[in-house]
Structure formats: structure tokens, C-alpha cells
């Protein structure tokens, strides 16, 4: 295996295992590893693995890796008190929430893996969610519900 084979899988384990919230932790980690790593490389890593940071209810942010399943336990409990609504139109739907919230919380949408929902695109407010031509919008909301709870208060 390669140097950056090797350390992509190490990264992955890290983040899969423990709830990293800066790069400086995930560097003293991989130290630990026995990986030395400078913050510009890892940086690139970070992107080239489309690794996205979420809010976490008691760590404040931390990474994910992309398609994994996000649990409740895994995002913030908290994070659909930042959605302030959300409205349909023919297959899209748009999701507000406050300022800032919006990629955060279009991470756990996008590895919800609802048939429904072809993909998101998130502002800084505002979450795009584009659903195939044949979804059935009820169950796009069920599936919402299910990682954001609180959202029933703003439907």
C-alpha cells in the first residue's frame, strides 16, 4: 500500500471511530499513528475524501465521511431547532434554516439515502433538496422527520 493509500485509510478509521472536531486534533492523531502529516496536505485529503464537518451536540462540530449513515446520536439533537421552514414546489423542496446551518444540516440529507431525494444544495441559509419526479413528497417529509424531529414544529 502507498504512502497516501495508507494515510486516507488511517484518516477514514479516525474518523469513523472517534469524533474528531479540528484539523490540529486529527493531525496530533495521526502523529499517534505514526503518520506525519503537514495541515496543507491534510487539508487536500480532507477535500479529495469530500470529508464535511457537522454539528455535534456535545463536541460543537466534527468530521464525517461521506455516504455514512448519521445517526441522531451522531448529529446534534438540537440541529432542527436552525430549521426555520420548509416549503414544496413540483419536485423541489426548500429548506430554511438560520444563518450558517445550512450545509451542516444538508450532510445528514444527503447520506440519509431516501429514495425520494436525488440530492441537496446548500447556501448559507437556505437547502435546495431535489427529489426524483416520481417521489412522493409525504415520504420525503417522514424520512426528514426521522433525523430532525423538531422540524414537525416549523411544517
Do not use: W
Not at 448519521?70 to 416549503?87: F, K, M
Amino acid at each position: 500500500m502507498n504512502q497516501k493509500t495508507q494515510r486516507l485509510a488511517t484518516i477514514r478509521k479516525i474518523i469513523r471511530s472517534e469524533l474528531i472536531g479540528s484539523q490540529e486534533e486529527l493531525i496530533a492523531r495521526l502523529a499517534e499513528c505514526g503518520i506525519n502529516i503537514t495541515q496543507s496536505t491534510l487539508s487536500r485529503d480532507l477535500k479529495f475524501m469530500n470529508v464535511a464537518k457537522v454539528p455535534h451536540k456535545n463536541k460543537g462540530y466534527i468530521y464525517v465521511l461521506p455516504n455514512t449513515v448519521q445517526h441522531e446520536v451522531n448529529v446534534s439533537s438540537n440541529i432542527s431547532d436552525n430549521i426555520t421552514g420548509l416549503t414544496f414546489s413540483g419536485n423541489l423542496g426548500v429548506m430554511k434554516t438560520k444563518s450558517g446551518y445550512a450545509s451542516a444540516i444538508s450532510v445528514p440529507i444527503d447520506n440519509l439515502n431516501c429514495p425520494g431525494i436525488l440530492s441537496t444544495i446548500a447556501g448559507d441559509n437556505t437547502v435546495l433538496i431535489i427529489m426524483r419526479e416520481d417521489a412522493n413528497r409525504n415520504q420525503v417529509v417522514e424520512a426528514l422527520l426521522r433525523i430532525f424531529p423538531m422540524l414537525s414544529n416549523v411544517l
